[in-house]
Structures are given as structure tokens and as C-alpha cells.
């Protein structure tokens, strides 16, 4: 490669490479050192940068085509004999949305999915990267100079990345059980996590060391947030606590115990002094936070209420809640100043823009609506979403609005215009099912009790139960000879039993939510699964 020259590489020439990158993988299904050679001697006529081309190579091999190609061409007929060998060769998909994030200054937007994060350009949407974890991501956070990002995910780790590169910067490990929220003090040099361990732990975020961990919660730590002048640390937990710790000392400043439900939401005053706290009890508290005593208590609500939001001014504080309202209250004083009504179901997210003139809300209604603050009145409504809208979140310039819902799409909104932007689409659901063997003479079916039964399609007898998975049956299919049949559970898990005997041969894992949908590929080569974690994966016995 000693060719290729340095300098700028032309846009439009990276994208005629890329293209023919493309093409020449999907063909021949794997880079082989003459296609390699190929595509250095085109990259070296088209003046493509080395990094470049090599960036070009490695976001292309990625690509699901790409993938599926190279698994094709590796893989051999799935049987009885080689059922022990199937490995996963591919997926599709980026998983379940869980959390949003924008960087520090609205020109990122991170995404934290069910097996992995994804880095996006703002206002274009760009996928910069995608980081594949294996592990269901709760929780992101960025520092506060943008360069890290933190997250915290179910296989009980907190990670550090380097936002130019993706590179994984450092594992904090320590927690026992799954880290539910993380976020960094505004000084950038100490990072929170809440788990699921019922502890709070307290990391250095430069060298990734364990400063403290916090303990007293009985219950899962749900959420953690600092005050603006990182003197205090909240946690906010399933045990219907929110306690108040000192985060240079790690001593316990107070414990609020008024609620009897899980917390469901905590935000601290822009000035520090107050912290509200929302409850699935109907009622929201407000404490001083120097002192920890309870300034008030907010009803008004008539069902668990889900989050709480101080106003950029410190003036008003919203909250969203199951009564399908969203509701304004005077922040000094704890009196309400207006209920806004629309939503006709369950609100779950509010969100003030950042010049403090608009409310955001999220439903399960599928509808976000912004709202006047000084009038009440509803500006407009954002529809386009299938399913509940489970967050929102304006850019830092306000000029943008990110939903996420359990449809499994990100919508970017203009919030000026309402236009939608862009939506980012996940994978849908699919529902439990029978199927006929390829001869039509067996029928199976899956179960609510964890089996898997074949039955005689002549004289509808049953022929044999199939034992084994350990939740719900939702999917079943035949390998394209009748031999095998493929079960997706509610365990997580896809098995392969063999059809005559009823034997279980071995039991796929990696998926990290129930599997709805399974099915061979018409030659046997391949068996692809598809789960409620968003992911497609493709499975097979590479050819030896």
C-alpha cells in the first residue's frame, strides 16, 4: 500500500470506494488477499487516504449483506451429525432502544440499546460507530467535556469509551448484579453508578478506580444524579427511599422516606437546593437538599407518577404521569399552576427545552406533545410513532427532540416545525405459531408450558412432547429435510431437536430477550432467529 498517497481523501471518492467495496464482498463473500490487492490498486487510481481505505474495509465487512454473504459462503447443511457445531455467524439489528443521550454539545447523540451503543451525528443522524457489548445497556452518560461516555449494563460492569475513537477506555467492576444508572459529577472527575445490587458506588473516572461504595438502599438503585456544584450525590431506589450522600466524604446527608412506592424519578433545582422525587404512590416530594427536610409534598395526580423535571429557571417543575396528565406546578411554593391535558394515556418522560419556553411529554398514547409553558397551550403533536413513547429529550440548542419508544424506533423531531427528521427503525415482534414438517405429515406447535409438541397431521395424535426450554415456546420451524426442528423460548434461547427421536441436539445462546421468530434458510445452511432484544442472528456450522 505504500502507493496510496496522504492527504484529503475527496468525499465523493470515499463513497465510489465504498461502493465497490461493497459489491466486490457481497460477490465473493470474504476479503481474500487478491481482492484485497484488487481494492488497494483501486483505492491508490481513486486517491484514497491508507486509514481511510482500511476505515472503508472494516465498516463495510460490517454490513449486514456483507455478513450474510461470508455466512453463506462458510456455511454447511445443518444436520443431526453437526447440530453440536452451529455457532453464530451474523447478526442484523442493534438492539432494543433503552436510553438516549446527547454529547455536551448537541452534536452527538449516543444510544444505548440492548447489545450495544451507537453514535450518531446531529442533526444528520449519521451512525458515526456502532460497539457491540453482548450485554443489555440500561444506562449512558457523558462527561461533562464530551470526551468519555459511561454506561451501565446488565451483565453488571460499567464502561468507560473514548467518544473520538469508540475504544473501550477502561472496565469498572464491582457490582453484583445490574448497574441501572450512571452519571458523571459536573467536574467530570468522579462517576456514579446505581445497581440493581442495592448499592451506590462511587469511581474515579481517570484512573477507573473504586472510591467508595455507598450502602443503605434496600433495594434496587434505579437512578443517581449529582447537583450542579457536585457537592451531593442522589440516589433514588425500589426501597421508596431517595437518599442524599456527600460525595467527597461518601457520608449519608439524609434520607427521604416519604414515599411507600419504587421511585421512579428524581431532578435536582438548577441551583442545587431542591430535589423532587416521583413515586408510583401518586405523590411527588420535594426536599431541600442542605437540609434533607421536606419542603412539600405535590398531589394532584390520581396514578403513579413517572418523571419529574425542574424548569432551566428553577420556576416550575413538571411531572408525567399514568393519570394521562402532565402537570405544572410553582417550584417555591409546591402550588400547581396548570394541568395540561391531551394525552389519552400513561405519560412517561417530560422534558423542558433549554430556553425554558416548551414542554416535551412522552406516552403510551405513541403521540410526544410540546407545549406552550407560559400559556399551557398545546403547540403541537408529534405523531408517527406505533407503540409507547418512553423518553424524550431536547438537543442543548433546542433545536432538535429525540423520542424513543417500544415500537424500537428513534424519531429526531424539528422542533421549530414538527418535522420529523429521522427515524431510525427497529425489529417488530412476532407472535407464537405452528408450522408443517416439509411432508406435511407433522404439525408443531409451541407452548405457554415450556414444550414443544408434534402431533400427526392425519389423525391429529400426538406424536411426542419436546422438554427442555424453560419459558414460553414462540416460535417453531422445520429444517428444509424435516430432520431438525428449531425452538425460540421465552428463556432466551434456540433449540434444535431431532425430529425422529425428539432428542434435544444443543441449544443456541446469546440472544438477550425472548426469541419470536426462527427460520432455516431454503438450502438448511443457515438458521436465523429473531428476538424481542432487536437483534437478528444467523447460526451455522462453519465449513472445516
Known amino acids: 500500500m505504500s502507493g496510496i498517497r496522504f492527504g484529503y481523501t475527496p468525499p465523493e471518492a470515499m463513497e465510489q470506494f465504498r461502493q465497490i467495496v461493497r459489491t466486490a464482498l457481497e460477490r465473493e463473500g470474504e476479503l481474500s488477499p487478491a481482492l484485497r490487492q484488487r481494492l488497494e490498486q483501486k483505492a491508490r487510481e481513486l486517491g484514497i487516504l491508507r486509514v481511510d481505505m482500511e476505515r472503508v474495509l472494516q465498516e463495510v465487512m460490517a454490513l449486514p449483506s456483507v455478513q450474510a454473504a461470508s455466512a453463506r459462503r462458510k456455511a454447511v447443511v445443518i444436520s443431526a451429525q453437526n447440530a453440536a457445531q452451529v455457532v453464530q455467524l451474523a447478526r442484523w439489528g442493534k438492539g432494543r432502544v433503552e436510553q438516549l443521550a446527547f454529547s455536551p454539545d448537541g452534536r452527538l447523540l449516543a444510544v444505548a440499546t440492548g447489545i450495544g451503543l451507537s453514535l450518531y451525528d446531529v442533526p444528520e443522524l449519521t451512525e458515526m460507530r456502532f460497539i457491540a457489548t453482548n450485554a443489555a445497556i440500561a444506562s449512558i452518560a457523558f462527561s461533562s467535556d464530551g470526551r468519555?461516555?459511561?454506561?451501565?449494563?446488565?451483565?453488571?460492569?460499567?464502561?468507560?469509551?473514548?467518544?473520538?475513537?469508540?475504544?473501550?477506555?477502561?472496565?469498572?467492576?464491582?457490582?453484583?448484579?445490574?448497574?441501572?444508572?450512571?452519571?458523571?459529577?459536573?467536574?467530570?472527575?468522579?462517576?456514579?453508578?446505581?445497581?440493581?445490587?442495592?448499592?451506590?458506588?462511587?469511581?474515579?473516572?481517570?484512573?477507573?478506580?473504586?472510591v467508595r461504595t455507598l450502602e443503605g438502599h434496600s433495594n434496587s438503585v434505579w437512578s443517581v444524579a449529582f447537583s450542579p456544584d457536585g457537592r451531593l450525590l442522589a440516589s433514588g431506589s425500589d426501597d421508596g427511599t431517595v437518599r442524599l450522600w456527600d460525595a467527597a466524604s461518601g457520608q449519608r446527608v439524609n434520607v427521604v422516606e416519604g414515599h411507600t412506592g419504587i421511585v421512579t424519578g428524581i431532578s435536582i433545582s438548577p441551583d442545587g437546593r431542591l430535589l423532587a422525587s416521583?413515586?408510583?404512590?401518586?405523590?411527588?416530594?420535594?426536599?431541600?437538599?442542605?437540609?434533607?427536610?421536606?419542603?412539600?409534598?405535590?398531589?394532584?395526580?390520581?396514578?403513579?407518577?413517572?418523571?419529574?423535571?425542574?424548569?432551566?429557571?428553577?420556576?416550575?417543575?413538571?411531572?408525567?404521569?399514568?393519570?394521562?396528565?402532565?402537570?405544572?406546578?410553582?417550584?417555591?411554593?409546591?402550588?400547581?399552576?396548570?394541568?395540561?391535558?391531551?394525552?389519552?394515556?400513561?405519560?412517561?418522560?417530560?422534558?423542558?427545552?433549554?430556553?425554558?419556553?416548551?414542554?416535551?411529554?412522552?406516552?403510551?398514547?405513541?403521540?410526544?406533545?410540546?407545549?406552550?409553558?407560559?400559556s399551557g397551550q398545546l403547540v403541537r403533536t408529534l405523531e408517527g410513532h406505533t407503540d409507547w413513547v418512553h423518553s424524550v429529550a431536547f438537543s442543548p440548542d433546542g433545536r432538535l427532540l429525540a423520542s424513543s419508544a417500544k415500537d424500537q424506533t428513534i424519531r429526531l423531531w424539528d422542533v421549530a416545525s414538527g418535522v420529523l427528521v429521522r427515524t431510525l427503525e427497529g425489529h417488530t415482534e412476532e407472535e407464537w405459531g405452528v408450522v408443517f414438517s416439509p411432508d406435511g405429515r407433522l404439525l408443531a406447535s409451541g407452548f405457554g408450558d415450556n414444550t414443544v409438541r408434534l402431533w400427526d397431521v392425519?389423525?391429529?395424535?400426538?406424536?411426542?412432547?419436546?422438554?427442555?426450554h424453560t419459558g414460553w415456546v414462540r416460535s417453531v420451524a422445520f429444517s428444509p429435510n424435516g430432520r431438525l426442528l428449531a425452538s425460540g423460548g421465552c428463556d432466551w434461547t434456540v433449540r434444535l431437536w431431532d425430529v425422529q427421536t425428539g432428542q434435544l441436539l444443543h441449544t443456541l445462546r446469546g440472544h438477550a430477550n425472548w426469541v419470536n421468530s426462527i427460520v432455516f434458510t431454503p438450502d438448511g445452511r443457515l438458521l436465523a432467529s429473531g428476538s424481542w432484544d432487536g437483534t437478528i442472528r444467523l447460526w451455522g456450522v462453519r465449513a472445516s
Do not use: C, M
Not at 453488571?156 to 444508572?181: A, F, K, P, Y
Open 148 to 210: 468519555l461516555l459511561a454506561s451501565g449494563s446488565d451483565d453488571n460492569i460499567v464502561r468507560l469509551w473514548d467518544v473520538t475513537s469508540g475504544q473501550l477506555v477502561r472496565t469498572l467492576e464491582g457490582h453484583t448484579d445490574n448497574v441501572r444508572s450512571v452519571a458523571f459529577s459536573p467536574d467530570g472527575r468522579l462517576l456514579a453508578s446505581g445497581s440493581a445490587d442495592n448499592t451506590v458506588r462511587l469511581w474515579d473516572a481517570a484512573s477507573g478506580q473504586l
Open 458 to 468: 392425519q389423525t391429529g395424535r400426538l406424536v411426542t412432547t419436546l422438554k427442555g
Open 278 to 374: 416521583a413515586a408510583w404512590n401518586t405523590v411527588i416530594s420535594v426536599q431541600d437538599v442542605a437540609s434533607g427536610a421536606l419542603v412539600y409534598t405535590l398531589k394532584g395526580h390520581t396514578d403513579s407518577v413517572f418523571s419529574v423535571a425542574f424548569s432551566p429557571d428553577g420556576r416550575l417543575l413538571a411531572s408525567g404521569a399514568r393519570d394521562s396528565t402532565v402537570r405544572l406546578w410553582n417550584a417555591a411554593s409546591g402550588q400547581l399552576v396548570r394541568t395540561l391535558k391531551g394525552h389519552s394515556n400513561s405519560v412517561w418522560s417530560v422534558a423542558f427545552s433549554p430556553d425554558g419556553r416548551l414542554l416535551a411529554s412522552g406516552s403510551d398514547d405513541g403521540t410526544v406533545r410540546l407545549w406552550d409553558v407560559a
